[in-house]
């Protein structure tokens, strides 16, 4: 039996790119953590160590600095299509490039009724994602978010679920219903060409604002149903969305039973549980035959 080298891919993870635009007195900000990798035909570095096709990584950290520049960052969708270009383009020996990037937001400091032009203050938690995942036969690109921190104090329930003998978990009439999404979504936006025209940052709110819609005006028997019901509504709204993936733990909260203390409890007081949790997974795509 014979051994052969196979899938491989090699690249420079997470270069903190931060590019400030100071073209005017109100400054701008875009905040990113950049990794790429490129794949292709490299089995000469791994079978003898020869590395004259391989362009270092130490070059992918600084063409993604120089991009921050030479190209700018009007959004990391098109950051990234440009990034992923250019290392194709240097990598004679590379037949594709994946682009992963994450956007930390940064608010502005208000001073009085006023925002201040260059002070920023750093928002906890959510962070938005980009893959991009470039070849010489065209692009392909997912846009996200993740940790995504929501949650609804009525208007869920969890029963008539299915038993067995080692069940032990009630009905629940009235529940908390939490999670820290990530959600991905494909968009049609796939040619070279027409990146540079499309809203970005426009399409990324508006989906994000339908996701909390729905889940703000979804009645939830389950997380599953909440999740469909927010793809449902992208796809619905959004045309040039292909398809959109959840995970989405369930931050459990369990009512604490403070019959002891001689206090009543009617759904006030809860203790949220980090660990363990249910993780609910699903995509919602288009019908290819509608």
Known sequence: MGIVLGANQYGKAESRVVRIYRDTERHEIRDLNVSTAIRGDFAAAHITGDQAHVLPTDTQKNTAFAFAKEHGIRSPEEYAVALGGRLLEATPAATGVLVRVEEYPWDRVAVGQYEHDHTFVRRGGEVRTVEVDVTADGLRIVSGLTDLVVLKSTGSEFKGFLRDEYTTLPDADDRIL????????????????????????????????????????????????????????????????????????????????????????????????????????????????K
């Not at 909390?212 to 969305?241: D, I, K, N």
């Open 178 to 289: 939490a999670t820290s999404l990530t959600a991905r979504w494909r968009s049609a936006h796939d040619r070279p060409d027409r990146v540079a025209d499309v809203a970005w940052d426009e399409e990324h709110h508006t989906v994000r604002a339908l996701l909390l819609e729905a889940f703000a005006g979804t009645y939830s028997h389950a997380l599953q149903e909440t999740l469909f019901a927010m793809g449902r509504l992208v796809l619905e709204r959004m045309p040039m969305v292909e398809e959109i993936s959840f995970a989405a733990p369930n931050k459990h909260h369990f009512l604490v039973d403070l019959a002891s203390f001689g206090l009543d409890n009617p759904g006030e007081v809860f203790v949220a549980a980090d660990r363990p949790y249910g993780l609910i997974e699903a995509t919602v795509t288009r019908d290819p035959e």
